[in-house]
Every structure is written in structure tokens, then in C-alpha cells.
């Protein structure tokens, strides 16, 4: 603890410190949060929202890129985004600091940062601001049809296998709709915990039974199991990587309701041990995936399990309540922007009826959409590339450039350097990624 303070107080000598009612002013010590949530609480919502369904996409995403350069760049990835991510939330505080205020929402930070930012950014401020709420929905949303479609596909098999119920897969998520609304009527994210916990602890067991398979035989490499198989391919297992790892609205909904904030970031906060054993447990599946399966692995690993085999009916069924249970908490952020836009517009007497009605068109809306394109592995990797190469590495980029304009980019305004850099990355991830996603749906189609 000493040796940060005495950092601390080194770069305040150099950078000449911050007025000393910034100092004062503690934007956490400010919020007020009706039931927050504990410390372990959180780590397993963090756990619960990363691990879901993007865990059994990693052996497609190292099957192309090869095992060496699979190994390396799922952690480097899941550090970088990590990186970005730790940036936001800082420049938050910083904005929070500034404006006085406990907390301000992810659209309202790029607001204020735009327009304290270079005066040829702040005419965009307000447009800037509406299009991050639209992102933030549409990848909450985008998941949410990926977590429908995945549910039913493997109720589909388990069905079709033991001859219950045999029906086309659009009629499987009709199934589903039901009580996926009903779960999603849970009001907050405290009363979440206990269906994240079981969930996890299902995840865990079904997980299990997924290594057993991986591991029963003896490994037989494809010829080109190290190679890279084209430069398109790149993108895509980018696009592919950042949807299973971030889940950017739902971090940033944990940060703010943890009634301890200042233990999430840091160091050795919590969301860089969560992400450590999230990338962990990503790196492993994908290397076993792809080498029990090899250039025949699927979108996810569940439809490569046999489907002669109890254990493997199993898993699929785990998995399958695994999700399910994961839906509220990714619908949540969604319900959470939407609903603050609306309320305010509302009397007091039609606000339950309106809140209920919010929260079952948000149920709808992925149904609907996953219903017209039942198709999983494309749209992980354009959700992935489209909205998580904004939320995750461009926009944080952008407000932590605005945040430090104009004197204090630190010694050779090295944090000037750093944002453009994440910026252009975020960008390149963003266009190749999305480009190369369209033409596999087009080919699929």
C-alpha cells in the first residue's frame, strides 16, 4: 500500500496534481444503490456473463488460426480488450470527478467527453451519444438471439435423439419464448444471483462432461492443425473472440451496482482475476475442441458431441439451462438503457404495466430475429466484430482521448499515442470483421 502512495504522490510532483476539490470529490462514495452487490456476487456474475455460450465457440476460432497462434492470441486478445475496458472505467471516474456526480452511464461519459475533448470532436457529442445507446442495445440484444439459438438447437438434438419431440428448430425456440419471458420479469441484478450461481455450478459440471470427450482418445492432428488457414480467416476469429470474452454492458452494470467499486478495477481487482480465469478456461477448450475434433469442428462444440451417448445428451441439456439461466442478466442492460430513456415520459399509475411491457418486447425482439435467421456461428462473429470492436476498444479509445485533452497526455503525450493506436486497432477489427462475417451468412444463404 505504501509504494502506491508514494507513486501516486511522484506522478502528482510531475503532472502537477488536480484541483483539490477533483481530490475530494468521490464519485463512489456518491451512489446510491437500493441492494447492491457483494464482492462474490459480482464474481459470479462476471463469470456467469463471459462464460456462456462464446466458451464452446473457441476450438472454431483455433481452428482458424492454428494451435500455436491460437494459444498466443485468445490471452492477447483478452488482455487488450481487458486493457480498454480498465481505461473506460477509469475515464468514468475521472468524468464523474469532474461533473460531481456518483455515477454516469456509459452514453453520457462519451457525452461529457466529447465535449470537454479537441474542439473538432465536440459538434458530434450529442449524435455520438445516442449512437452508443444504440450499439449498447443492439449487442445486448445480439446476444440474446445467439443465446436463443443455441438453446434450441441443442433441445433440438436431445429431442430428435430420444424421439420426444421431433420439429423443425423455429418451432423449438416458440418453446422456449415462454418461459424465457417469465425468467426475464426478475427485477434486478441481487435477485439474479442465486440463477447466476446455479447456472455457473451447471456450466462447471457440463463443462466436465465436455472434457471427458475431448481427452478419451488419442489426439490425431490435421496436417495443417499450426497453420493459419487464410487471412480471412483472422478477423473472423477476432470477431469470434471478443463476443465470447466481453460482455461490455454487463461489466459496467456490475461495476456500478458492487458496493464496493474501488476492489473492481486495479491490478489485482476483481475483473482482472475474473478475466485471467476466463481466458484460462477459453485457451483450454479451444486447443482440446480443435484437437478432438479438428477442421470438423462446428459453431459449437455441443453439436459435435455424439448423439448415441447419455453424457453427451447430458451436456447438451447443461448447457442448455446453462444459457437459459444467463438470458436475464444479458437482457438486463438492454431493459436497463431502454427503460431510463422511457420512464420519465410515464405517469405513475401506467409505469408497472409499461415496465412488465419492456421487458417482454425485449424478449420478443431476439425471438423474432432468431426465428427469421436461425443461424449461430456467423452472427457470433459479426456480433462479435460489429459491437464489441465499438464498445470495447473504439469508444473507450475515443473517451479516455477526450478525457486527458488537452495537457495532461502524460510525458511525450503517450496517452495520445495509446488511444489512437487502440482506436485503430478497434477500427481495422471492426471493418475486416465485419466484412468477412457478411460473406460467410451471403454463403451460408
Known amino acids: 500500500m505504501f509504494i502506491y502512495k508514494f507513486m501516486a504522490g511522484v506522478v502528482e510532483t510531475f503532472t502537477g496534481g488536480a484541483e483539490e476539490d477533483t481530490i475530494i ?9 437500493e441492494k447492491p452487490t457483494s464482492y462474490l456476487d459480482t464474481m459470479i456474475h462476471l463469470l456467469k456473463a ?13 481452428r482458424r488460426l492454428g494451435l500455436i497462434n491460437g494459444v498466443i492470441a485468445i490471452p492477447a486478445i483478452g488482455f487488450f480488450a481487458t486493457y480498454c475496458i480498465q481505461l473506460l472505467i477509469i475515464a468514468q471516474y475521472k468524468i464523474c470527478q469532474r461533473e460531481k456526480r ?20 465536440r459538434w458530434s457529442a450529442k449524435l455520438v451519444y445516442y449512437f452508443v445507446d444504440i450499439v449498447l442495445v443492439t449487442w445486448q440484444l445480439g446476444i440474446c438471439v445467439i443465446y436463443f439459438v443455441f438453446v434450441a438447437e441443442n433441445l433440438k438434438q436431445v429431442c430428435d435423439h430420444y424421439n420426444l419431440f ?8 416458440c418453446l422456449i419464448l415462454g418461459p424465457l419471458i417469465l425468467i426475464n420479469l426478475i427485477k434486478d441484478l441481487k435477485m439474479m444471483t442465486p440463477m447466476s450461481t446455479v447456472s455457473n455450478i451447471v456450466t462447471i459440471f457440463g463443462l466436465i462432461l465436455v472434457f471427458f470427450y475431448l481427452v478419451e482418445d488419442d489426439v490425431s492432428l490435421p496436417d495443417d492443425a499450426y497453420e493459419l488457414k487464410s487471412l480471412v480467416d483472422i478477423p ?39 478475466m485471467i480465469v476466463i481466458m484460462i478456461l477459453y485457451t483450454l477448450v479451444g486447443v482440446f475442441g480443435y484437437l478432438k475434433y479438428g477442421n470438423n469442428i462446428k459453431a459449437s462444440i455441443t453439436l459435435n458431441l455424439p448423439s448415441d451417448q447419455k453424457k453427451a445428451q447430458v451436456a447438451k441439456v447443461l448447457f442448455g439451462i446453462a444459457i437459459f439461466l444467463s438470458f436475464p442478466l444479458q437482457n ?10 422511457i420512464k420519465k415520459k410515464i405517469s405513475e399509475k401506467r409505469s408497472l404495466f409499461v415496465d412488465y411491457l419492456l ?18 456461428g456467423p452472427f457470433i462473429s459479426l456480433f462479435g466484430a460489429l459491437c464489441l470492436s465499438l464498445l470495447a476498444i473504439v469508444f473507450p479509445g475515443l473517451i479516455d482521448a477526450c478525457v486527458w485533452y488537452p495537457t495532461t497526455y502524460g510525458v511525450f503525450k503517450y496517452k495520445l499515442f495509446r488511444d489512437i493506436t487502440i482506436i485503430l486497432v478497434g477500427m481495422f477489427a471492426l471493418i475486416s470483421g465485419c466484412y468477412t462475417s457478411i460473406m460467410e451468412i451471403i454463403q451460408d444463404f
Open 166 to 173: 421431433e420439429a423443425s428448430l423455429r418451432l423449438h425456440l
Open 102 to 121: 456518483g455515477y454516469m452511464a456509459y452514453p453520457k461519459s462519451m457525452l461529457f467527453a466529447l465535449q470537454s475533448g479537441p474542439p473538432c470532436l
Open 50 to 62: 463471459s462464460i456462456g455460450a462464446g466458451i464452446l465457440c473457441m476450438p472454431d476460432a483455433v
Open 332 to 341: 438486463f442492460v438492454a431493459y436497463a438503457i431502454t427503460w431510463r430513456k
Open 236 to 274: 473472423v476469429f477476432i470477431g469470434i473472440t471478443l463476443f465470447a470474452l466481453e460482455a461490455v454492458g454487463v461489466i459496467l452494470a456490475l461495476e456500478y451496482n458492487m458496493d464496493c467499486p474501488k476492489k473492481f478495477t486495479g491490478i489485482c481487482g476483481l475483473f482482472n482475476l475474473g
Open 25 to 33: 470529490f468521490d464519485p463512489h462514495a456518491h451512489r446510491v444503490i
Open 359 to 376: 421487458r417482454i418486447v425485449l424478449v420478443l425482439i431476439p425471438f423474432a430475429v432468431a426465428v427469421a435467421v436461425p443461424t449461430l
